[in-house]
């Protein structure tokens, strides 16, 4: 989201902050409520932060939904441009072909984001085929795929979508999945772009084969959503703020650990120092934070409490998501799409 | 669950455990894989425990529908026999009419138990009315009622229930809902039955008007399953737990709190003294359980991440409970019912 | 919809049609592409007619969904002045409280549109309660009432409306229900609303009572949508067709019933004259409208095959249907609803 | 379904009906309260009959889910063991993977029930590729695809199905699709199962392309249930059914056709004589079956109303048949499914 990209647009992307360390370059942009997040991991950063090499935008969506009753237009103008960057980025032109791929499970409301966004979308391909007479100059070919998961299919996700590629040679391939949260501030909040690629039932921990350029042979653009958190990712969350809520009491006079009902005005971004870490947690407040998640998840896993949740509200969660993807991807893909 | 109501039935419950304080009698039973755990809190217990006095019944289904396949069978029994025992401690006849009422939202997964419920039973008022040469000897009257929330209908949930049933005058009421947790044990994994009423809503903390025998004028059974649980309580018995583990780990010669890979035969039940508490949590470790819940419910609320959250696989969970469910009253209130 | 009414609105209706026997007056309106049919029934045209006295609309919007994609602007605007019109017909003022009640069965989809319309429409009763400083002038008092029907609650319909209606008092009453058509042109096709009341669960041909302004005591609009026809219907209507076509090719010069390829220009509204119906149609040809549609039944009826059934695509007509229908309400409900 | 069919299995078939043409074999037979009709078309039948040389059963449950209330144990066993001699006319051994493939469209009621069948059955491969040591020596490897629309995916059926066929190369294919009847008779009351393929979105009269054996290369089971009729159907039978109607009551001694209240006994099988006829319906009397269905095609298309209806119940109706179809395939697919 550099000049050239602002200047292409008529959103008024406001550039909040810029940081560049080896290999990796982040920079953060504002558009009305929306605040976006870009990342480019080069090969040299790849190792460092454990992430493959590529593009990575997050596009904040807290408290949009809640705020903007009725009408998402910003938020669709966000994706719809970040969309449209990304396949300047990936070299994909105008009429470019497109299959969608809605990954997840139909019958499980936190998971079924990709189908619900693929039945959403305005699909053009049999058209082309069939009617060409009827479709206007500002659409382009685009179909779509619904996998499901191998626990219902049988078949690995990854040999459907490879077959049905290899089948109508799309030019390229957006796919759609929710993901499991690293963050509670994640959890129904954001959507991530990426040109790295997927991995279907991620989180599960097997060896199911990635849906990506290098196995597909051709650009991928994924969209995730994370739509569970598991207890551990709560826990672990919720006693960092605690310490920070803690650090905050005691600087403001406090001397013992007692109940108040001072809510207001808590910087939760200031840093803590170890001692009162260790003060506030003992031993629990001298871990890293890899150290800290795994004692949680040693503590609760034998238990079989280490569940993995989604907001009460999910239903209403998926279907305000549903919508503003599946708008953003039918007006991103098709110009004359109104 | 005295001798006599073990003689009434077929189950041969197994006391478990019983133990009595002033005012409250607590006694546990097992049938095959079920556990019902029974509190009687009388007058003089109720401003103890902060419950309403009363008969509490606690059916633990925790892990049953993942190793009952197929066939819900002996928790259905479990069921109907402690619907059976209630009928007769609140002197209510095989000839009783009986009005059901789900309440809770359709729309929102996790709160549409009640409706789900209802929407599976048989009801036969009308036939008695309509069609009385139809109806056989072992069947009673039978109403149903699906009053929705207050944001969806702008009535009181309590005026809804209150004139239907001083309208068709049934001898005794039923009512499901969904319930928040207050131990992560819970979620979607008890039943809970009380003569002692429901507050429709609750949890949201106003005054809506309780549906009870005090309310209504008739006796009132209140089934409710906790299907949400907040950020709070997950990280306040993650903690306990947490607390447990490290206790065993130290126990076990560890004089560091590093990361291991030992997993196994840790007893949770085990007391942890004073002084590892506050080596293990600091100031946290030290605080009793309701300072404890106060101060991260103080830390999280600023922040917005005082989620409410339900397990992922929650449609299949309701699935399973309205079926248990429905199909217990069914034949809970109609002998003859197959 | 007298020039009194077309002044105080922005629409311009057109009248085309206009008709008076003794003691019914019927008019016909058009806007864009919606006609509204008005017929007010009096006191000495109601034996004549076998109609109730009062005010009937009939809203035509055949093939409207098909040929307004994506927006319904127009026919909302029919259906809101409309609803306007009777208000004023009825003397009910902008402050007056209104229950809006959906008929009908969630689960058997073409009876499901009450439910449908009640679950998507703004309620705001317990606001003038609850948070009465959060309510604008523009919004009147609304609740909402779904009494299911009697095979699911084994109540009467009517007295669930009744009761509740007794309890919240509200100024007047809109129902909305699915209706069997009379004729194959109405299917999913016509939005009818009167303020003579309406039978729930008609055509069923019991005695349920009916909810209108003398059972209830308050004016009652009801809003009625055929979605359902018998296979009676279907013959009748089209062996009417047929002998309109049949006619026509033999004006045209045949004088044999061959099959032809000729599709085009066919007058439906020509009368056929009784000779030529004999000829064409034998015995059945000199039936009257009532005598055809009684022998068919009875032709039917022995055979099980007299099916109640309705066009493929109702789950896309009910959703179309419900979404103009609670629009509508909204919007002629509340002055400042947007 | 001959003797050694007979001998194979626990079913006391009883044959009622046995007739042959040249080169067309027809047998029924009945098992408690389901009928099973057998015809097997050769070379030499097949331009006669205009269907494509193969074995066809119909299995026919009229009335069976109104009368057989909760359990469907009966049309079960018929089905299974359709299912099973199937098998073996097309030499599929225990151990032949299958691919089963739901057509439709999960969005529309009526075309629905391939989707749904397919959400509901057991599969395994993917079982027998990560946990071997999980599967027991009954089971058999079976995947599941649901290709979805054309209108959906923008892809050929056909395509989709082929290119997975191609990649996981399963033994054989079961494929399931709602279809248009071609007679009121047989509306969500038949099941029909053939060797000799379907077409996707049949009755839409283009060119998609059939999924049998002679385009995959493997055996084909095609499991049919008409969910839909349209308008001209409808029409016609009921006049054929009038026809025999009327000519009972004339020969009950009737000499005008006026409405009377008799509708007992009559016997709609016997045939009506062409003087009779014309006298009933005149010129549309003496049409054949075909010129009937033309004239009133023709006469209905023009106006828009040669609906595509289904009945009302067409909810319920598409539960059972999904229920009783993927019980019954899991119990014929697998020899140890319980």
Do not use: W
Not at 276 to 282: E, M, T, Y
């Amino acid at each position: 989201m550099n000049k050239e990209y602002r200047s292409r647009t008529d959103l008024a992307y406001e550039e909040v902050e810029s940081l560049e360390i080896d290999g990796v370059k982040q920079s953060e942009y504002i558009h009305k409520d929306v605040k976006i997040h870009k990342t480019v991991v080069e090969e040299m950063g790849s190792k460092q932060l454990n992430k493959k090499p590529g593009i990575y935008y997050t596009v904040d969506c807290s408290d949009y939904f809640l705020t903007n009753y009725n009408s998402y237009d910003d938020l669709e103008e966000v994706l719809i441009e970040t969309l449209k960057t990304m396949f300047k980025e990936l070299n994909i032109g105008e009429k470019s072909s497109c299959l969608v791929v809605g990954l997840g499970n139909e019958k499980i409301t936190p998971d079924s984001l990709g189908p619900a966004v693929v039945n959403n979308i305005f699909v053009t391909s049999h058209l082309f085929a069939l009617q060409p007479e009827n479709i206007q100059k500002g659409f382009r070919k685009v179909s779509s795929l619904i996998p499901r998961v191998m626990g219902d299919t049988g078949i690995e996700t990854f040999e459907i979508v490879d077959a049905i590629t290899k089948r109508i040679k799309p030019d390229f391939l957006i796919v759609i999945d929710a993901l499991a949260a690293r963050n509670i501030q994640r959890v129904n909040q954001t959507i991530q772009l990426t040109n790295t690629g997927i991995h279907p039932g991620s989180g599960v921990g097997n060896s199911r084969k990635e849906i990506s350029t290098e196995t597909l042979g051709i650009p991928v653009i994924a969209i995730g959503v994370p739509t569970v958190v598991d207890a551990v990712t709560i826990t672990s969350d919720t006693i960092d703020l605690l310490v920070k809520y803690l650090n905050h009491e005691f600087d403001a006079g406090k001397k013992e650990l007692l109940v108040t009902s001072n809510m207001k005005d808590i910087d939760y971004t200031k840093e803590v120092d170890m001692e009162r870490k260790q003060q506030f947690l003992g031993h629990l407040g001298v871990l890293s934070e890899d150290e800290k998640r795994e004692v949680i998840y040693e503590a609760l896993t034998p238990t079989g409490y280490n569940m993995i949740v989604t907001p009460k509200e999910v239903d209403e969660n998926i279907e305000n998501l549903c919508l503003v993807i599946s708008n953003s991807l039918d007006k991103a893909l098709h110009r004359d799409f109104r």
